[in-house]
């Protein structure tokens, strides 16, 4: 076999293994309590974020949050306290929108779609950031858990396939 024809044939197969080890690893990431399930394009950041209720009453986000390339990815969730009314799951997620659009670009949100996932109302939304980026974000409340996933890149990218893959991956557990 000739040397241009032996390099011709191993050109493929080194390719291959090239676009192989340039594969991302997805990590599964659960979520407090066990609570949810999504998958990360690596190992996130975990933080325990402390807050209170207007009432006055603390309780905690569980926060686990990814850079990757020019993507950012952020999975938060919270089971709320007895004090705060959670009879009617579209008032308190449209409390989280409005205080979320204060932070984008014009303040609204350019597309919201309210709908059901997996038994938990659940709004997703996107809006745009300043300097062309945009902001992805699928809430949900089932019962007393909160459970929100975020996705910040260039407006461009909200429907790229890492997107795609991290909000389809989110299974709620408990």
Not at 32 to 50: H, R
Not at 111 to 129: M, N, Y
Request: with cysteine; proline share 6%.
């Amino acid at each position: 076999m000739s040397l241009l024809r032996r390099q011709a044939l191993a050109l493929p197969v080194a390719m291959a293994a090239g676009s192989v080890a340039a594969q991302t690893v997805w990590i599964p990431v659960s979520g407090a309590d066990n609570s949810f399930y999504v998958e990360m394009p690596g190992t996130p950041l975990y933080k325990v974020i402390d807050t209170t209720t207007p009432a006055g009453t603390p309780f905690v986000y569980h926060s686990y949050s990814l850079e990757y390339r020019r993507l950012s990815f952020v999975a938060q969730t919270t089971l709320y306290p007895a004090g705060v009314d959670v009879t009617k799951p579209r008032v308190n997620l449209q409390i989280a929108l409005d205080d979320r659009a204060q932070r984008l670009e014009g303040g609204k949100w350019s597309k919201v779609d309210w709908r059901d996932v997996q038994g938990a109302t659940a709004v997703e939304s996107i809006g745009p950031i300043a300097g062309g980026s945009a902001l992805r974000q699928l809430s949900l409340l089932k019962g007393r858990r909160f459970v929100s996933l975020g996705y910040l890149a260039p407006a461009d990218a909200m429907r790229a396939p890492e997107a795609e893959r991290f909000f389809c991956s989110l299974r709620l557990t408990a």
